[in-house]
């Protein structure tokens, strides 16, 4: 079975630390560019950050930049989000995502996604 689980949400209060995984099963991550998006309840999925299939491109969006960092580590075909000073907007569910080769901001352009992890900041 095809899949990717995301794991490592939690509750954290304003200004903490969460990091994200995303691990693959059933296919090799190597090849794939993976994305992380988040969404809240009546709003659209967002695209947060992205890594390429080699990890030499990375790119983030403007309201994570500075706060979030994307990697990967294909030995273990998980993609990981470091998210410091997390701010109450920062609370989602968030997605991760993977496509073949390079990153899009296009979300339906992505051909496997996962279950969905919660991230809430709160204090």
């Known amino acids: 079975q095809l899949q990717l689980v995301e794991s490592g949400g939690g509750l954290v209060q304003p200004g903490g630390s969460l990091k994200l995984s995303c691990a693959a099963s059933g296919f090799t991550l190597d090849y794939s560019a993976v994305a992380w998006f988040r969404q809240v309840p009546g709003k659209e999925r967002e695209g947060v950050s992205c890594i390429s299939s080699g990890g030499s491109t990375t790119n983030y969006a403007d309201s994570v930049k500075g706060r979030f960092t994307i990697s990967r580590d294909n030995a273990k075909n998980t993609v990981y989000l470091q998210m410091n000073s997390l701010k109450p907007e920062d609370t989602a569910v968030y997605y991760c995502?993977?496509?073949?080769?390079?990153?899009?901001?296009?979300?339906?352009?992505?051909?496997?996604w996962g279950q969905g992890t919660q991230v809430t900041a709160s204090s």
């Open positions: 995502a993977a496509r073949l080769h390079y990153c899009s901001g296009f979300a339906g352009s992505y051909d496997y």
